[in-house]
């Protein structure tokens, strides 16, 4: 088994592990991880001529798919207009990831990785 087979084996047991742990905030946290890491992998591959496909589509997908689970972790009752600007911002993301995808244009695809960091930031801040 080489190195990447062996850390994708570990970061999969513990990505299961807090899901098995039954807290919330860790969960979003890791979300938060994936969806950055996924955006990222996405941006590097997206031009066409020098990128993998393969690796693109499925980390356009994954990306979009976490955009989706994040949105409906959302509680619009209790968390109110934090959470309505929270889903506002996932969407552009959702929408700059598939502008990017058609486009190749990363522009507005750059903005919305750096806003989820800030975001995701902010989310490691309240939980310490």
């Known amino acids: 088994m ?29 979300m938060f991880d994936e969806l950055l890491k996924s955006m990222h992998i996405f941006h590097k591959n997206l031009e066409k001529s020098t990128s993998n496909q393969d690796i693109r589509s499925k980390h356009l997908s994954r990306s979009i798919s976490i955009i989706y689970a994040l949105q409906k972790s959302l509680d619009f009752e209790r968390g109110g ?21 058609k486009s190749e244009n990363a522009k507005n695809l750059e903005l919305s990785i750096k806003s989820l960091e800030e975001v995701c930031e902010a989310w490691r801040v309240i939980r310490a």
């Not at 084996?9 to 946290?29: F, K, Q």
């Not at 207009?81 to 995808?101: G, K």
């Open 2 to 30: 080489n190195n990447l087979k062996m850390m994708d084996a570990y970061m999969n047991s513990e990505r299961e592990a807090v899901v098995e742990a039954n807290d919330p905030h860790t969960l979003i946290a890791v």
């Open 81 to 101: 207009e934090i959470a309505e600007n929270l889903f506002r911002l996932y969407e552009h993301a959702r929408l700059h990831l598939l502008d990017a995808s």
